[in-house]
């Protein structure tokens, strides 16, 4: 969603702590290895393929040069991940940060990335099986003493992982629409976190999740609502949309369309206008029940714009600095 390449590694330290002093909540970083095929097709050269760096030793440079920025991914794709390493490292940084990590979980939005990095399992394995065993076996990794486990993709004996989290439950946000993610949210996580869609249907999902927590035996309102935006902010309306339709954001939505989103309704379902309309969005959306606008995106063309549009929304929210 950014020109490639983007950001340095200088750059992330510093923005962390940009967003700390703006009032911002937590920063959020992506799991990517390798290169998605519609980016491939963009950028012809090698010389210009996206750096995507280590998102779990990103988030703890960050996490050590802020003092209350909590840091989480959005999402850990899980099915590419060792659980056991998985939730070692999620310890290890909740430790290091005075307990301000969270961990975000999903299959992973390109399932072609899955194949290029686990060419043998891809041929069988199943992601959302991948990752609802591999969760079940981190939440025991971070309260057991002593976790034995046998499953189908993953299996331990013995395994005695200490220090544990200092957050006791550990957060653990779901990501992902579909009805799968909300029942994972629903039974075992501090937190949905889905992209924008329709917002009407957001409410219909809303009210699902409130049903199979209850369901689930959890209180109505356990689970979180933490709903991935993108962010734009010009003078005017028009202004905003030309800046977000002209960004390499809508590349990425076209290569997620098999989701099944409208992707006429990006711009007005996302925070996208002038800081006037972007406001009034954030009203509704608080009186829908949104508890989170999170692992918000701002589709710029360099570091410079990025810093200034996140400075822009943090005084239209009405972040407290």
């Not at 909740?94 to 390109?110: F, I, N, P």
């Not at 608080?286 to 943090?314: I, K, N, S, Y």
Request: proline residues 5%; charged residues 25%.
């Amino acid at each position: 969603m950014h020109p490639v390449p983007f950001a340095r590694p200088e750059d992330f330290v510093r923005l962390g702590q940009l967003c700390e002093r703006l009032g911002y909540w937590a920063v959020w970083g992506n799991d990517h290895i390798t290169t998605q095929r519609y980016v491939r097709d963009q950028n012809e050269h090698a010389a210009t393929a996206p750096n995507f760096y280590e998102v779990m030793m990103v988030l703890a440079f960050v996490a050590a040069s802020t003092q209350s920025l909590r840091v989480g991914t959005s999402v850990s794709v899980l099915p590419m991940r060792d659980p056991i390493w998985l939730a070692k490292q999620f310890s290890t940084l909740d430790q290091l940060s005075a307990g301000r990590a969270m961990m975000g979980v999903g299959v992973g939005a390109y399932r072609e990335e899955f194949e290029a990095v686990m060419p043998r399992a891809a041929s069988s394995a199943r992601r959302g099986d991948m990752l609802d065993e591999g969760v079940q076996l981190i939440r025991r990794l971070f309260t057991d003493s002593r976790v034995d486990h046998e499953g189908v993709y993953y299996a331990c004996r013995g395994v005695e992982m200490f220090p544990k989290p200092i957050q006791s439950p550990f957060p653990v946000y779901f990501g992902g629409h579909n009805l799968a993610a909300l029942e994972r949210a629903a039974r075992w996580g501090q937190g949905w976190m889905p992209a924008w869609r329709p917002w009407s249907e957001l409410a219909e999902r809303m009210t699902l999740l409130r049903d199979k927590t209850e369901e689930a035996g959890r209180a109505r309102e356990a689970v979180e609502v933490a709903i991935e935006f993108s962010v734009t902010i010009d003078n005017t309306d028009a202004a905003a949309e030309a800046r977000y339709m002209a960004s390499r954001l809508v590349a990425h939505r076209k290569s997620l369309a098999y989701t099944g989103r409208d992707l006429s309704q990006q711009v007005t379902c996302n925070l996208i206008g002038s800081p006037e309309t972007v406001a009034a969005k954030l009203q509704a959306l608080a009186e829908m029940g949104v508890d989170h606008c999170c692992a918000l995106m701002f589709p710029t063309e360099t570091v410079a714009e990025f810093e200034e549009q996140v400075a822009w929304f943090a005084e239209v929210a009405g972040l407290e600095r």
